[in-house]
């Protein structure tokens, strides 16, 4: 049991999945705050392919 808790092996693993959900939260919360700007945005790019 101590052996298993000395490893680290997975221990790279978790760090990377660590920096993938601090980004997604952050691009989630920009989106939340910029909603309206994006909506406008993407409506614009809509028009102009019409």
């Not at 959900?21 to 994006?38: E, G, K, N, S, Y």
């Amino acid at each position: 049991m101590v052996e298993f808790l000395r490893s680290e092996d997975g221990q790279g693993l978790v760090e990377y999945a660590l920096i993938i959900a601090v980004i997604a939260i952050t691009v989630i919360l920009a989106m939340v705050f910029f909603r309206d700007q994006l909506s406008n945005y993407f409506s614009n790019i809509g028009n102009n392919l019409t």
